[in-house]
């Protein structure tokens, strides 16, 4: 266990290296840097002066090892958008992301999995009625989604239509900053939620229904175990494969931020924080941005895999084979 | 039964239940943005309260000297105080913080007398000794200012003495033609906060968006009270402004202005239906007025039209001869006669229609009525004829010598060119859409290439494009202050920017008209000399203009003393005098 771990570790640092390099060099080897737009209006000297400054004067080569030497000690510049560093920047943002991940991927586990379920292993028109959903769910695409939902709520006030928090939450205690937070996650959370509690529910639906089909399945119903009974405690924990596999995914891709979602509904997190990076060509945090999705997509892949062996059986009793 | 008519039950099932619950739904609009109790506006209250608008990005910096996007520019006009101002809805220098001035027989040298009594937000008193640390802080090259060029009259600084506390002597190095205006540009900073920094060298990195607020001394009707990254910024009324009202109230009405962030368009116009903002940070799209008028019907949003836009999108050809030298199309391509086609074949009507739904007017030249001042009407104008279109193209040599639908030259060589556009921008996308289709009937190719903005702007900065449309945003409606894009020097002068010597004799012309424009003082010889640059402008189409929006902003009508400008920022520019009617 302990070799596999290092070599996740190893293969987490290297997915770093990688992803946050190409997008430092893809940002800066495209046409047009960060200061283009102001060099419109400034004289050659201010537009070189202001290239100096920020450090983008020198060659590429030079650039790419100075930012390397910096990154690997985890220091990924300055931003040139925010002219602070990018490290607090992201974790700022990453802690705002991170809550909103959390509470989607409970929600979307809570709705997909027990739909998935049943839709899995009843017959009838319940069972139509949610796949039937779930397939417009997981087709309407997230920009159109997400403004269905600020247009929900703007049109009933149930809540309210964008942002983390209402204005005075400085002043506000701590319980109440809380609720007040609470107030406006659902907006944001469902946006993320819905599509994916739907991928969750066509994929549980398949496997638990492959999964009845299983000869340890028929043994328990012919030991005399209800029906309910093996099927949650039989079929239900072999039929997780799949969507734990599908959690790593989910996990990276949730926690890296969903730009749309969170553009539309006004919340400030990390795929926020990148769009704003790529549309200024600031490629120091986009590459910081970058690199903190590989390690949510590696971190994310890895706690799917530790589910995996503890839910399966099978994956258990290979592992100690 | 069987699984088709099951799943067709259930489509049937959720439909009716969709159909129950949109009707239910309509008719469940909440009236206030709580989502409960209906706002019943006070009918005398004028003071207090909080102003909502909402702001498109992030800001990257407070300090203006190195930055100048919505965000900073909105921070300086909340926070700051200028010695003079241009008052954004008439046009006219007013007095600020310099209650007088006198200009000497030369026009070189303006006297300012500061007001009595002024003081920064922390209480310090304001000096003539902070003016004269503002221009240093300005024209110093370790702070690389982006405004020290706007305060620059030749490429040369102004001179500024301090005879006492309250008087400053400014000494211009010549003439400036848009006089004493100028002084809009001036940023004040607090000496007694930032000469260590400046003397160290580190004043650019001042004023950051980490910096607690209480660091910052301003003069502005407003304080900051915090910036929450990617939510908000709060303004706090400034109990020490100087300014009172006619009636001796001081000034800001306001109690606290907040600009949430909002960084999508169309979440920004819900919010304003919403009511959670009471305005937006610029104008409304076109195609979302329709959707706001029953809010103004039901007497929740004020619709004010602005005007017509002092901005339109403009499309110019590159021409640089270097860069057509090696082309087969350079015969024709860079000939005025060709760009006049172009303006003759383009229906200004049928523009407008497509591509502001109605609401824009003709154009022929980058000022428009929205500039009342120094829009010119007498200008060559381009009427709508694709015969006088392709007479002018045959002229060049561009007629149809085979079967298909487009002219050649004498070559061969087809009449097509490339059109760089930004993309995402719908009016612009559309416009050169409109273009294409206008110009297929004159015989002409056109083929759209939309690219990211920072792109495009990187192909027009080092010259390699054929033809561009794209918008460009004054920043001052005075054409002295807009020099860059009228020079041939100039680093706006986008079909040929920053030119050693003019290439052409009208470019050279405009070059030596200008020199009245920005140096006289003599507005009727400036006004003169601006009407004979728009004509020669016209007459040679460097940049070929359609149409010119109506611009329209929207506002809660809980919001009073409103003065709408055309200029950004349209209703904030005066946000001390503003006010919100607050729920009982």
């Known amino acids: 266990m302990g070799r596999y771990l290092l070599t996740r570790l190893v293969f987490a640092l290297l997915l770093v290296f990688i992803v946050s390099s190409a997008a430092w060099l893809l940002t800066r080897v495209v046409p047009g840097t960060f200061v283009d737009q102001e060099c419109v209006t400034l004289s050659p000297k201010e537009c070189d002066d202001l290239r100096k400054r920020l450090g983008l004067d020198r060659p590429l080569w030079a650039e790419y090892l100075s930012w390397l030497s910096h990154a690997v000690r985890f220091d990924f510049g300055e931003s040139l958008l925010y002219s602070r560093p990018v490290g607090p920047l992201i974790v700022e943002r990453a802690a705002n992301t991170a809550m909103l991940a959390t509470i989607a991927l409970v929600a979307a586990t809570l709705i997909g999995i027990p739909l998935g379920i049943y839709s899995g292993t009843r017959a009838g028109i319940g069972r139509a009625i949610v796949r039937t959903l779930s397939v417009i769910a997981v087709s309407v695409p997230p920009l159109i989604g997400s403004l269905a939902l600020v247009f929900l709520a703007s049109r009933t006030g149930w809540f309210p239509v964008g942002g983390m928090s209402s204005a005075g939450g400085a002043e506000m205690t701590w319980a109440a900053w809380l609720a007040d937070v609470a107030r406006h996650l659902p907006l944001p959370a469902l946006a993320l939620a819905i599509p994916m509690a739907a991928t969750l529910e066509r994929l549980q639906s398949e496997a638990i229904a492959a999964s009845s089909r299983e000869p340890f399945v028929a043994a328990s119903r012919a030991r005399g175990v209800a029906r309910a009974r093996s099927i949650l405690s039989h079929a ?4 997780l494969r799949p969507i734990l596999g599908l959690y790593g995914v989910m996990i990276g891709t949730l926690f890296s931020g969903s730009f749309i979602v969170e553009v539309v509904t006004s919340w400030p997190g990390l795929g926020r924080l990148m769009w704003d990076a790529l549309k200024a060509r600031d490629l120091f945090l986009v590459a910081g941005c970058a690199a903190t999705g590989a390690l949510f997509l590696a971190a994310g892949t890895l706690i799917a895999d530790l589910l995996l062996a503890y839910t399966d059986p099978r994956v258990r009793s290979g592992e100690r084979a | 039964m069987n699984r088709q008519p099951r799943a067709l039950l259930s489509v049937l099932l959720i439909g009716v239940i969709a159909f129950v619950a949109w009707r239910w739904w309509s008719g469940a609009r909440p009236d206030s943005p709580d989502g409960g109790t209906e706002i019943v506006f006070s009918e005398t209250s004028t003071r207090g309260g909080t102003l909502t608008s909402s702001l498109r990005s992030e800001p990257r910096t407070f300090n203006r000297l190195v930055a100048r996007d919505v965000p900073t520019e909105l921070f300086s006009t909340f926070t700051g105080s200028k010695l003079v101002r241009v008052n954004r ?39 003539s000794a902070d003016v004269l640390f503002s221009f240093q802080a300005i024209y110093d090259p370790k702070v690389e200012s982006l405004v020290a060029s706007s305060l620059m009259i030749g490429g040369k600084p102004m001179t500024v003495t301090a005879p006492d506390a309250r008087t400053v002597v400014i000494t211009l190095p010549a003439t400036a033609g848009p006089g004493i205006a100028l002084l809009d540009n001036l940023q004040l900073f607090a000496k007694h906060k930032y000469e260590g920094a400046l003397k160290k060298g580190t004043l650019a990195r001042e004023m950051g968006v980490a910096a607690p607020p209480s660091e910052f001394a301003t003069l502005g009707p407003f304080v900051l009270k915090s910036y929450t990254p990617g939510q908000r910024i709060i303004f706090d009324r400034n109990p020490r402004y100087w300014k009172k009202d006619a009636a001796g109230i001081q000034l800001p009405y306001l109690d606290q202005v907040i600009l949430e962030i909002v960084p999508d368009q169309n979440a920004e116009v819900v919010r304003l239906q919403a009511g959670q903002i009471d305005t937006l940070q610029q104008h409304i799209r076109l195609e979302d007025i329709a959707t706001l008028r029953p809010l103004e019907q039901q007497g929740k949003l004020r619709l004010i039209e602005l005007g017509v836009s002092t901005d339109p999108d403009a499309f110019f050809f590159n021409l640089r001869s270097t860069y057509w030298e090696k082309d087969r199309r350079r015969d024709w391509i860079t000939r005025k006669e060709f760009r006049r086609a172009i303006s003759h074949a383009v229906d200004r009507e049928a523009f407008a229609n497509t591509v502001f739904l109605g609401a824009g007017v003709p154009i022929w030249g980058p000022v428009t009525t929205g500039n009342q001042k120094w829009f010119s009407p007498n200008i060559q104008r381009y009427d709508h004829s694709v015969e006088r279109a392709r007479e002018l193209l045959a002229e060049l040599g561009l007629t149809n010598r085979d079967s298909d639908e487009w002219l050649e030259d004498a070559k061969g060589t087809e009449a097509r060119f490339t059109v760089l556009v930004f993309r995402g921008n719908s009016s612009l996308e559309r416009g050169a859409t409109v273009l294409r289709d206008e110009l297929k009937k004159a015989g002409v190719a056109v083929d759209i290439v939309p690219l990211e903005q920072g792109l495009v702007i990187d192909r027009m ?8 449309f794209m918008a460009f945003t004054a920043t001052s409606l005075d054409p002295g202050l807009n020099a860059d894009f009228w020079l041939s020097s100039g680093s706006a002068h986008v079909w040929n920017m920053r030119q050693p010597k003019p290439a052409t004799d009208w470019e050279k012309q405009i070059d030596d008209l200008m020199v009245t424009v920005i140096g006289n003082v ?33 506002v809660s009508t809980r919001v009073g003393g409103v003065t709408p400008s055309i200029l950004r920022p349209q209703l904030l520019w005066n946000v001390e005098r503003m006010t919100v009617q607050q729920a009982r």
């Not at chain 2, 003599?522 to 149409?547: C, G, H, M, S, W």
């Open chain 1, 236 to 239: 239900w924990p072999v039929s």
């Open chain 2, 89 to 127: 809805a008439t046009q006219e220098v007013e007095p600020s913080i310099a209650e007088s001035w006198t200009v000497s027989s030369d026009n070189k040298t303006w006297t300012l007398k500061l007001r009595d009594g002024v003081t920064w937000s922390d209480g310090t008193p304001f000096t």
């Open chain 2, 461 to 468: 900065l080092k010259g390699d494009f054929e033809s561009i």
């Open chain 2, 522 to 554: 003599d507005q009727t010889e400036r006004y003169k000399a601006f009407l004979e640059i728009q004509k020669i402008f016209a007459d040679n189409l460097p940049v070929l203009y359609f149409v010119a929006p109506r611009l329209y902003m929207g």
